[in-house]
């Protein structure tokens, strides 16, 4: 295990976004599991975030009209 000199809410920060993303998993209390290994994984996930993104932006333009 590695000491990283951070404030705990950084941590927090971090790992929400990660698992947000579905690079990261909690499998138990201040316990997470990395499973995304793969690099084409990490670019398929990355594309199918940033689809997902584009679609919403264009979902909340067609409903300001």
């Known amino acids: ?5 951070v404030q705990k ?3 927090y920060d971090i790992t929400n ?5 579905n690079l990261i998993e909690r499998y138990k209390k ?3 599991r ?3 290994t793969d690099p ?4 398929r996930k990355r594309a199918q975030f ?3 993104s584009l679609q919403e932006d264009e979902n909340d333009d067609d409903q300001q009209d």
């Not at 084409?40 to 670019?43: D, S, W, Y």
């Open 40 to 43: 084409e994984e990490l670019k």
């Open 30 to 32: 201040n316990h997470v």
């Open 50 to 52: 940033f689809d997902e």
């Open 9 to 11: 809410r950084r941590i």
């Open 34 to 36: 990395w499973i995304a």
């Open 17 to 21: 976004v990660l698992e947000g993303i």
């Open 1 to 5: 295990m590695k000491i990283l000199n």
